[in-house]
């Protein structure tokens, strides 16, 4: 689950436009996520799926707050991941895309999805600061290409994000057989990220945040999860505000994941 709130509105040199709309975006999605033993260029190929998202406001260039009630969303699609374990780095990369499964039209005001195919190509890595990995350092880049929107002249930007976080982590263990079992494992750290359009949105009819200019956002805070091995239960909670946007909204961030193992491949 995942919410934003705003309502402060940047522009080019990070000033506030003289409206505060009182913004709020509110998304949920169940997904599922696999890894095999299938491997490619060495690292385990996965990937991931989440078919019925849906949405509660979207904030997209004039359209700010539509529409009023929980819709379908756009569809994502993560069909190859690649991992790589080593004692003291983990690394990942992968290609995902968004399909337009959510209702889109130009000049809508009941819109619920972006109206274009996106493209996302992502590598990242987290670090294992200490031989115990209870120190963790992790980053990971994303990068979207879109398509023109369904019957309309509006193309989108490209966009990098780059986000990850230093954590702690801390470990409560069952002896099992006379050897140490992780029975609960909790991390606490700071959680970062920043994005920027690279290429400058394309539109016949520009708008304040539609003008030629690249916008960008930072946003710094804390996270915290809590892993059950016994049960399979995962959950996480993070908070960000964010900083230094130009030409775009600026505003809180805030998600929560809950995930359960289905099953595993190999004996525990």
């Known amino acids: 689950m995942y919410y934003y709130a705003t309502d402060d509105i940047k522009n080019d040199e990070g000033e506030s436009f003289a409206a ?33 998202n849906f949405i509660k406001s979207r904030i997209e260039g004039r359209s700010l707050d539509v529409p009023g009630s929980l819709a379908f969303t756009d569809m994502f699609v993560q069909p190859l991941q690649l991992g790589w374990e080593t004692s003291r780095a983990d690394f990942v990369a992968g290609y995902s895309f968004f399909a337009p499964t959510g209702k889109w039209e130009q000049g809508g005001d009941d819109n619920a ?7 996302l190509l992502q590598a990242g890595t987290t670090l294992h ?3 115990k990995h209870q120190w963790s350092l992790s980053s990971l880049g994303s990068y979207e290409i879109h398509s ?3 019957d309309a002249d509006i193309k989108v930007g490209d966009i990098l994000t780059v986000e990850g976080g230093l954590g702690r982590s ?23 990220y920043g994005q920027f359009k690279m290429t400058s949105d394309e539109a016949s009819v520009a708008t304040p945040l539609l003008e030629g200019h690249k916008d960008r956002v930072y946003g710094l805070g804390l996270e915290a999860s809590l892993i059950l091995p016994k049960s399979g239960f995962v959950f996480g909670l993070r908070a960000e505000p964010e900083f230094e946007a130009r030409n775009r909204t600026q505003g809180w961030t805030f998600l929560l994941s809950i995930a359960y193992e289905l099953k595993s491949l190999v004996k525990p």
């Open 20 to 52: 505060h709309p009182q913004v709020s975006a509110l998304f949920l999605g169940p997904g599922l996520l696999w890894v095999t033993n299938v491997r490619i260029l060495g690292g385990r190929l996965g990937g991931s799926i989440a078919p019925l």
């Open 129 to 131: 600061l200490d031989s």
């Open 148 to 150: 023109h929107k369904q």
């Open 113 to 119: 999805g972006l109206g274009m195919w996106s493209h």
């Open 170 to 192: 801390f470990f409560k263990f069952d002896m099992i057989d006379g050897k140490p079992v992780p029975a609960l494992i909790t991390t606490v750290g700071l959680a970062y």
